[in-house]
């Protein structure tokens, strides 16, 4: 018998192989002689194949394709019947088939309504979001006939453009078996004719008709004798007034309400409307039927209250002289108080009690303290005219008094003259001065015989005068200087804080002393008065002021009060002050003006006769409030004097005032209103400002920008009705018709459409002038991925809920449910675990499909009697008797070493590895047999834990994942990890400068025949041990790899003192060392108690300070900040080039940041794409922000103890998005509160996000 060798060449000389497939929406089937043929299917040469295409419903072929070129019978024609036939194959052939919807044709009709000749507007069809180009026929009866020829299944928009002033009256539909249209239900208004998915020709018509107009009824009512005019446009509404205004349907309406003087707006009364408030105007929105607007004005009421606290009381008394009404208010109680009333608080406190603060909302304010010491005191605060709520608060306290004694009237003796200079008898003295005390009438301190009593804070005086003459005549004056030594040596001695100062009064000098805390004895004080050597001329200076301003007077460094004499010659300084918004106008010496004399707010003038200076104070200028109400956008500007106010402001007295409003390019002047008066046009001119005024100017838009997102998974794309693309911020006219076309990526599907803050459920919108016009799409993931791992000794089957099974790779609906089934490969061997996504399951059971891929993985173990046939080689890490080791064999068959367990663990210390170890001064490798390693990775996997390699050098502890991802190249080889002392001349200079003396380690592993330098989603822990050096701390000491380039990096990790290593975390293996980077902040003190979590953040470069040397640990962190802040501290790189991005990102330090955290989810924003970045931050915003970071990197930490929130005081201001983050870090102990408070909604500092972060970074 002979044998002949075929190889495949001779074969494929033969016989071809004939491969077909269809696109999508239909099938391909081929038959040989009848018979069916499978793609890839052999056929002997010369044969005939016929190919068979079947489209969905609604489709049909659109060409063939043979061999990767299209199929024509008829040169330049595609060919479209349903079957294609090859005869006489003699090559390898390739056939394909696309489909198409068919066609079918829209014919769109612009009918003629009732009593009108003419259309009244056209339309414009989209195709699948593309306008097409169309020409109408006019009819005889001026209707216009568009027709158009589109494939099947396609979206077709007809879309409405009626002229201005008419709207869409009705949309019919042609009855082809009545022959005639059929309306539309509900049509009237709807700005397009929608088909989702065309499936026959279809007709349609529409009609407009004029757009009704609606009378809205205006008035103007007075509520307790208020009053006011409302104003639109030219339309005005007196007091007790009406008007009637006419507004289109769907159209807008603004009024503005001007209350006239001492009234106020009490309310808008409205019916028939839907309607935004601002200010003191109102928009009607969205007319559709008449309505009725009452602007309520009510005579101004103000609320006032009184709070007393223990130890006293207050009440009130208030009257209006204008009506002569009056009332009191009770202790502790509170009235509503027409405006311009006066109101007077009395105030009595206990007896022994003093008034220790008195506010006025809020603000600490001055009380009036009327009487004398044996008529009795009164104490009141008033308020002249009431123009504001108001609510006035005093508190008491025990008085305290303090003695202030005067010196002893013997103290004071001079010698006047010398008689017998041996006999001091005949000498004559007398005394120089008389001092006495005294106090600064505050309602408690008194006199108590000679001392004063004075209230603890409150003033004393002390009023040295010396003699003016005797017998014989002499004179005296006062030695300042001495004075102020004695004075300052009982403050002194006294230990007290008192401060003082002396002035003038007449022929008096008077120290004034103030902050009375402790007694001041002054009996022992002499020596102040000395003898005067010469005549001296006095004169009197005398000063006052009318108006609002300030006079003081000074001489010789102490000052004055008016009244005083000083000597001939003096130089006086008077300071003129006037209060804000005042000037000084008229400044009289007697009758002489010299206001021109006035240098920098001073007066100076030498004494030469008595002087009597009266200054004026006026007001200056007035304020100016300028607002800007309504639906658009303006600028008002107001000029006097040739300055220019665009914003409130103040301007001149008396100045004339030209004010101009103007709406911007988006918008249109409606009216205004200059103080009470309204304002019908855009200008207007006050003759002279003699008072504050207020501009309220009302801007209509008249178009507004469109914005819209940049929707994930999905595109949106917004056009007019002609076809323009409106682009994001884009201006647009009101009342434009937009057409929004939402289209979902493969397997998404639209999950929500909004605009203008609501969701629609066709696909246009008008622009509106009273909304955002934000344009949103959110798609959602429709179906996902099926896949099914390949398993050994057995099967997994997957069907759909209708028995239908499912290939790996085939997509499902999210939420359906599909049914998992295994089969063992034989009776020897049973399912072991079946897992989705790795969770287990159980065999059998409906599942319903979650958002994500679906990934199906089964084991299966053996049952038999005998050993399994893979397990040929006795394998395993032991077994057997005589407790023999195991021996490595190299290449060569030499025996290198004995296996003994290592220090290569499961982290839970369940199961060692068998290796070895080789150790060398600068290197230690660790060997894993590849069978020992592979039970420890399957235990691993199985009890969810990691692997530990401990060396001498370091420590190295792989998870989960990446114990798996290295045994997956390992395939049962031995693992091989060395750490190796690297020379530091390998280093850059820089590099070296930058970790110094540190060592440098290198790690690499080796699974297999693989180099493995990465995990896959795992990470490792490494833990050097090290002992800090002098001028090293735990904060500062940083760890640092080496990447591809030579780069030095830091890597986020933490030196602990307690272990004494420095511990962090790599997805990779490189070059790691560490260094010492201590940062310094002058304003961050050694024994501050952020001190450590600032070097800790600092020295790793997660914050660099704001500048100039300084932290700014008190100062309020912005959210731009804290997200640049979480990002570095945990390594997360910003976008280097954003595709999606919130709209205030703008182009600042945080901007590829924010990119970054919203693209991973770590944040969504505050809303409409706003993430606001120069905004404080509050701590619950903090916690979630790291919470969802943490969850992100798979790092969230571990619960310690069980906490219930509600155990803080204020855990009802947690937000409900915060509260899963505020437990996870309160049951973590990175949170622990302060005095039973969480301050969800307080700011945070600088300071505390670095303790917060020092937290988390260093456990």
Same mark, same amino acid.
């Given at each position: 018998?002979?044998?002949?060798?075929?190889?495949?060449?001779?074969?494929?000389?033969?016989?071809?192989?004939?491969?077909?497939?269809?696109?999508?929406?239909?099938?391909?089937?081929?038959?040989?002689?009848?018979?069916?043929?499978?793609?890839?299917?052999?056929?002997?040469?010369?044969?005939?194949?016929?190919?068979?295409?079947?489209?969905?419903?609604?489709?049909?072929?659109?060409?063939?394709?043979?061999?990767?070129?299209?199929?024509?019978?008829?040169?330049?024609?595609?060919?479209?019947?349903?079957?294609?036939?090859?005869?006489?194959?003699?090559?390898?052939?390739?056939?394909?088939?696309?489909?198409?919807?068919?066609?079918?044709?829209?014919?769109?009709?612009?009918?003629?309504?009732?009593?009108?000749?003419?259309?009244?507007?056209?339309?414009?069809?989209?195709?699948?979001?593309? /306008?097409?180009?169309?020409?109408?026929?006019?009819?005889?009866?001026?209707?216009?006939?568009?027709?158009?020829?589109?494939?099947?299944?396609?979206?077709?928009?007809?879309?409405?453009?009626?002229?201005?002033?008419?709207?869409?009256?009705?949309?019919?539909?042609?009855?082809?078996?009545?022959?005639?249209?059929?309306?539309?239900?509900?049509?009237?208004?709807?700005?397009?004719?929608?088909?989702?998915?065309?499936?026959?020709?279809?007709?349609?018509?529409?009609?407009?008709?004029?757009?009704?107009?609606?009378?809205?009824?205006?008035?103007?009512?007075?509520?307790?004798?208020?009053?006011?005019?409302?104003?639109?446009?030219?339309?005005?509404?007196?007091?007790?007034?009406?008007?009637?205004?006419?507004?289109?349907?769907?159209?807008?309406?603004?009024?503005?309400?001007?209350?006239?003087?001492?009234?106020?707006?009490?309310?808008?009364?409205?019916?028939?409307?839907?309607? *935004?408030?601002?200010?003191?105007?109102?928009?009607?929105?969205?007319?559709?039927?008449?309505?009725?607007?009452?602007?309520?004005?009510?005579?101004?009421?103000?609320?006032?209250?009184?709070?007393?606290?223990?130890?006293?009381?207050?009440?009130?008394?208030?009257? /209006?002289?204008?009506?002569?009404?009056?009332?009191?208010?009770?202790?502790?109680?509170?009235?509503?108080?027409?405006?311009?009333?006066?109101?007077?608080?009395?105030?009595?406190?206990?007896?022994?009690?003093?008034?220790?603060?008195?506010?006025?909302?809020?603000?600490?304010?001055?009380?009036?303290?009327?009487?004398?010491?044996?008529?009795?005191?009164?104490?009141?605060?008033?308020?002249?005219?009431?123009?504001?709520?108001?609510?006035?608060?005093?508190?008491?306290?025990?008085?305290?008094?303090?003695?202030?004694?005067?010196?002893?009237?013997?103290?004071?003796?001079?010698?006047?003259?010398?008689?017998?200079?041996?006999?001091?008898?005949?000498?004559?003295?007398?005394?120089g001065g008389t001092a006495d005390a005294g106090f600064v009438a505050d309602g408690f301190s008194h006199m108590d015989g000679a001392q004063a009593a004075i209230l603890e804070g409150g003033e004393a005086t002390l009023a040295f005068t010396p003699a003016s003459g005797t017998t014989p005549d002499y004179a005296c004056r006062v030695d300042t200087s001495r004075l102020c030594d004695e004075v300052e040596a009982v403050l002194e001695d006294a230990d007290s804080d008192a401060s003082y100062s002396i002035y003038l009064d007449g022929a008096s000098y008077v120290v004034k002393l103030s902050g009375i805390d402790t007694p001041l004895?002054?009996?022992?004080?002499?020596?102040?008065?000395?003898?005067?050597?010469?005549?001296?001329?006095?004169?009197?200076?005398?000063?006052?002021?009318?108006?609002?301003?300030?006079?003081?007077?000074?001489?010789?460094?102490?000052?004055?009060?008016?009244? $005083?004499?000083?000597?001939?010659?003096?130089?006086?300084?008077?300071?003129?002050?006037?209060?804000?918004?005042? +000037?000084?106008?008229?400044?009289?010496?007697?009758?002489?003006?010299?206001?021109?004399?006035?240098?920098?707010?001073?007066?100076?003038?030498?004494?030469?006769?008595?002087?009597?200076?009266?200054?004026?104070?006026?007001?200056?200028?007035?304020?100016?409030?300028?607002?800007?109400?309504?639906?658009?956008?303006?600028?008002?500007?107001?000029?006097?004097?040739?300055?220019?106010?665009?914003?409130?402001?103040?301007?001149?007295?008396?100045?004339?005032?030209?004010?101009?409003?103007?709406?911007?390019?988006?918008?249109?002047?409606?009216?205004?209103?200059?103080?009470?008066?309204?304002?019908?046009?855009?200008?207007?001119?006050? +003759?002279?400002?003699?008072?504050?005024?207020?501009?309220?100017?009302?801007?209509?838009?008249?178009?507004?920008?469109?914005?819209?997102?940049?929707?994930?998974?999905?595109?949106?794309? *917004?056009?007019?009705?002609?076809?323009?693309? *409106?682009?994001?911020?884009?201006?647009?006219?009101?009342?434009?018709?937009?057409?929004?076309?939402?289209?979902?990526?493969?397997?998404?599907?639209?999950?929500?459409?909004?605009?203008?803050?609501?969701?629609?459920?066709?696909?246009?919108?008008?622009v509106d002038a009273a909304k955002t016009n934000l344009i949103e799409a959110r798609f959602k993931l429709a179906e996902v991925m099926v896949t099914i791992s390949d398993t050994e000794n057995g099967t997994i089957k997957v069907s759909d809920r209708d028995g239908n099974v499912l290939s790996s790779g085939s997509y499902v609906a999210v939420g359906s449910q599909i049914k998992v089934e295994t089969a063992p490969r034989s009776t020897n061997y049973e399912l072991e675990s079946l897992k989705m996504n790795d969770t287990n399951i159980a065999s059998g059971s409906l599942y319903t499909v979650p958002a994500k891929d679906v990934t199906?993985?089964?084991?299966?173990?053996?049952?038999?009697?005998?050993? %399994?046939?893979?397990?040929?080689?006795?394998?395993?890490?032991?077994?057997?008797?005589?407790?023999?080791?195991?021996?490595?064999?190299?290449?060569?068959?030499?025996?290198?070493?004995?296996?003994?367990?290592?220090?290569?663990?499961?982290?839970?210390?369940?199961?060692?590895?068998?290796?070895?170890?080789?150790?060398?001064?600068?290197?230690?490798?660790?060997?894993?047999?590849?069978?020992?390693?592979?039970?420890?990775?399957?235990?691993?996997?199985?009890?969810?834990?990691?692997?530990?390699?401990?060396?001498?050098?370091? $420590?190295?502890?792989?998870?989960?994942?990446?114990?798996?991802?290295?045994?997956?190249?390992?395939?049962?080889?031995?693992?091989?990890?060395?750490?190796?002392?690297?020379?530091?001349?390998?280093?850059?200079?820089?590099?070296?400068?930058?970790?110094?003396?540190?060592?440098?380690?290198?790690?690499?592993?080796?699974?297999?025949?693989?180099?493995?330098?990465?995990?896959?989603?795992?990470?490792?822990?490494?833990?050097?041990?090290?002992?800090?050096?002098?001028?090293?701390?735990?904060?500062?000491?940083?760890?640092?790899?080496?990447?591809? +380039?030579?780069?030095?990096?830091?890597?986020?990790?933490?030196?602990?003192?307690?272990?004494?290593?420095?511990?962090?975390?790599?997805?990779?293996?490189?070059?790691?060392?560490?260094?010492?980077?201590?940062?310094?902040?002058?304003?961050?003190?050694?024994? +501050?108690?952020?001190?450590?979590?600032?070097?800790?953040?600092?020295?790793?470069?997660?914050?660099?300070?704001?500048?100039?040397?300084?932290?700014? %640990?008190?100062?309020?962190?912005?959210?731009?900040?804290?997200?640049?802040? /979480?990002?570095?501290?945990?390594?997360?790189?910003?976008?280097?080039?954003?595709?999606?991005?919130?709209?205030?990102?703008?182009?600042?330090?945080?901007?590829?940041?924010?990119?970054?955290?919203?693209?991973?989810?770590?944040?969504?924003?505050?809303?409409?794409?706003?993430?606001?970045?120069?905004?404080?931050?509050?701590?619950?915003?903090?916690?979630?922000?790291?919470?969802?970071?943490?969850?992100?990197?798979?790092?969230? %930490?571990?619960?310690?103890?069980?906490?219930?929130?509600?155990?803080?005081?204020?855990?009802?201001?947690?937000?409900?998005?915060?509260?899963?983050?505020?437990?996870?870090?309160?049951?973590?102990?990175?949170?622990?509160?302060?005095?039973?408070?969480?301050?969800? $909604?307080?700011?945070?500092?600088?300071?505390?996000?670095?303790?917060?972060?020092?937290?988390?970074?260093?456990?």
């Amino acid at each position: 018998m002979g044998y002949y060798h075929i190889t495949a060449e001779y074969m494929n000389k033969y016989s071809f192989t004939v491969t077909y497939s269809a696109g999508a929406n239909g099938t391909l089937t081929a038959a040989k002689d009848g018979v069916d043929l499978t793609s890839g299917g052999i056929v002997p040469i010369n044969s005939s194949v016929t190919f068979t295409a079947t489209p969905k419903a609604y489709y049909t072929v659109k060409g063939w394709k043979v061999d990767g070129l299209p199929y024509e019978e008829t040169p330049g024609t595609a060919y479209k019947e349903p079957t294609l036939t090859l005869s006489g194959i003699t090559a390898n052939r390739t056939v394909s088939v696309e489909f198409v919807g068919a066609p079918v044709t829209v014919t769109y009709v612009v009918g003629i309504s009732s009593g009108s000749s003419a259309p009244h507007g056209n339309l414009a069809l989209f195709y699948s979001g593309t /306008l097409a180009s169309v020409t109408p026929v006019t009819g005889s009866d001026n209707s216009l006939t568009y027709e158009k020829t589109v494939p099947a299944t396609g979206e077709v928009n007809i879309l409405a453009n009626p002229d201005a002033g008419y709207q869409v009256k009705c949309w019919y539909v042609w009855d082809g078996e009545a022959e005639t249209y059929t309306a539309v239900s509900a049509s009237a208004e709807v700005a397009n004719y929608n088909i989702p998915a065309i499936t026959g020709s279809i007709k349609v018509k529409v009609e407009f008709e004029k757009i009704p107009t609606y009378d809205v009824l205006v008035s103007s009512d007075s509520y307790e004798n208020g009053g006011g005019t409302v104003r639109s446009g030219s339309y005005l509404v007196g007091v007790s007034g009406m008007e009637k205004i006419q507004v289109k349907r769907h159209g807008n309406l603004t009024l503005l309400a001007t209350p006239e003087t001492g009234s106020y707006l009490y309310e808008w009364r409205i019916e028939g409307a839907d309607y *935004v408030t601002d200010g003191n105007s109102v928009t009607l929105t969205n007319l559709t039927g008449e309505a009725t607007v009452a602007a309520v004005f009510r005579k101004a009421f103000y609320d006032v209250s009184l709070d007393s606290g223990e130890g006293g009381s207050m009440t009130a008394h208030f009257s /209006l002289s204008a009506d002569k009404s009056s009332g009191d208010i009770g202790k502790n109680g509170s009235a509503s108080i027409k405006s311009g009333s006066t109101v007077t608080a009395s105030i009595v406190p206990a007896s022994g009690n003093t008034i220790d603060t008195l506010t006025v909302n809020g603000k600490s304010a001055d009380y009036k303290v009327s009487g004398n010491a044996v008529d009795g005191y009164s104490y009141t605060y008033e308020i002249p005219e009431l123009f504001s709520d108001t609510e006035i608060a005093v508190t008491f306290k025990e008085c305290v008094f303090h003695t202030v004694t005067a010196p002893n009237a013997g103290n004071f003796d001079l010698l006047i003259s010398v008689g017998d200079p041996e006999d001091e008898n005949d000498d004559v003295y007398a005394s120089g001065g008389t001092a006495d005390a005294g106090f600064v009438a505050d309602g408690f301190s008194h006199m108590d015989g000679a001392q004063a009593a004075i209230l603890e804070g409150g003033e004393a005086t002390l009023a040295f005068t010396p003699a003016s003459g005797t017998t014989p005549d002499y004179a005296c004056r006062v030695d300042t200087s001495r004075l102020c030594d004695e004075v300052e040596a009982v403050l002194e001695d006294a230990d007290s804080d008192a401060s003082y100062s002396i002035y003038l009064d007449g022929a008096s000098y008077v120290v004034k002393l103030s902050g009375i805390d402790t007694p001041l004895d002054f009996s022992a004080l002499d020596d102040v008065f000395v003898l005067r050597t010469d005549d001296v001329d006095e004169y009197t200076v005398t000063f006052g002021k009318n108006g609002s301003g300030t006079v003081t007077a000074t001489y010789g460094g102490m000052q004055l009060l008016s009244g $005083t004499k000083i000597p001939k010659g003096s130089s006086v300084t008077f300071k003129l002050t006037p209060q804000e918004h005042y +000037a000084l106008t008229k400044l009289l010496d007697g009758s002489e003006s010299v206001l021109n004399y006035v240098d920098a707010g001073k007066y100076k003038v030498d004494v030469e006769d008595d002087i009597d200076l009266s200054a004026t104070f006026e007001i200056a200028e007035y304020p100016v409030t300028i607002l800007k109400l309504g639906t658009g956008s303006g600028t008002v500007t107001a000029t006097g004097d040739g300055d220019t106010l665009t914003a409130s402001g103040y301007l001149p007295v008396g100045c004339e005032v030209s004010i101009s409003a103007d709406g911007n390019s988006d918008s249109a002047f409606n009216c205004m209103s200059v103080g009470s008066t309204p304002v019908a046009n855009n200008v207007y001119t006050i +003759a002279s400002l003699d008072g504050p005024v207020t501009i309220t100017a009302v801007f209509d838009a008249v178009s507004k920008a469109v914005t819209m997102n940049s929707p994930a998974n999905g595109k949106l794309k *917004v056009t007019d009705s002609q076809g323009n693309i *409106v682009t994001n911020g884009q201006s647009v006219a009101v009342g434009t018709v937009l057409i929004i076309t939402a289209t979902p990526d493969a397997h998404y599907v639209l999950a929500s459409l909004t605009a203008g803050g609501s969701s629609i459920t066709g696909n246009t919108y008008s622009v509106d002038a009273a909304k955002t016009n934000l344009i949103e799409a959110r798609f959602k993931l429709a179906e996902v991925m099926v896949t099914i791992s390949d398993t050994e000794n057995g099967t997994i089957k997957v069907s759909d809920r209708d028995g239908n099974v499912l290939s790996s790779g085939s997509y499902v609906a999210v939420g359906s449910q599909i049914k998992v089934e295994t089969a063992p490969r034989s009776t020897n061997y049973e399912l072991e675990s079946l897992k989705m996504n790795d969770t287990n399951i159980a065999s059998g059971s409906l599942y319903t499909v979650p958002a994500k891929d679906v990934t199906l993985s089964a084991t299966f173990k053996f049952i038999g009697d005998a050993p %399994p046939p893979e397990d040929d080689n006795g394998g395993g890490s032991g077994g057997g008797g005589g407790g023999g080791s195991t021996v490595i064999i190299n290449d060569l068959g030499v025996a290198l070493a004995a296996l003994e367990s290592i220090d290569v663990f499961t982290t839970d210390n369940g199961l060692t590895a068998l290796g070895m170890v080789t150790t060398a001064d600068s290197e230690i490798l660790t060997a894993v047999e590849g069978k020992s390693f592979a039970s420890l990775a399957d235990y691993a996997k199985t009890k969810d834990t990691g692997i530990t390699f401990k060396t001498d050098f370091a $420590t190295i502890t792989f998870d989960n994942k990446a114990v798996a991802y290295i045994n997956g190249f390992a395939s049962s080889e031995d693992v091989i990890l060395t750490v190796r002392k690297v020379d530091p001349a390998k280093l850059s200079a820089e590099n070296r400068q930058t970790v110094g003396n540190h060592t440098v380690y290198e790690l690499a592993l080796t699974a297999g025949d693989a180099k493995v330098n990465t995990f896959g989603e795992g990470k490792a822990k490494i833990s050097i041990p090290y002992t800090l050096k002098t001028g090293e701390t735990a904060e500062t000491v940083v760890a640092y790899y080496i990447d591809a +380039a030579g780069t030095l990096k830091t890597i986020r990790g933490a030196y602990h003192a307690n272990t004494g290593t420095l511990d962090f975390p790599t997805t990779h293996f490189s070059y790691f060392s560490m260094g010492n980077n201590p940062v310094n902040f002058s304003d961050v003190a050694a024994n +501050a108690w952020y001190y450590k979590p600032v070097s800790f953040v600092a020295a790793r470069g997660i914050t660099l300070g704001i500048g100039g040397g300084l932290f700014g %640990p008190d100062r309020q962190i912005t959210r731009g900040e804290f997200i640049v802040m /979480l990002m570095r501290a945990y390594g997360i790189e910003p976008d280097s080039a954003p595709i999606d991005n919130f709209a205030d990102a703008g182009s600042d330090y945080y901007t590829n940041y924010l990119a970054a955290a919203k693209r991973l989810g770590i944040t969504k924003g505050i809303g409409d794409n706003l993430y606001a970045p120069a905004s404080y931050i509050s701590r619950q915003d903090i916690f979630t922000l790291l919470y969802r970071a943490l969850d992100v990197l798979g790092e969230l %930490p571990a619960k310690t103890k069980t906490v219930d929130l509600s155990t803080f005081s204020d855990y009802g201001s947690i937000s409900d998005y915060a509260l899963t983050a505020v437990k996870t870090f309160v049951e973590a102990g990175v949170v622990s509160g302060s005095d039973g408070k969480l301050s969800p $909604t307080s700011l945070s500092t600088r300071a505390q996000m670095a303790q917060v972060l020092y937290n988390l970074l260093a456990r």
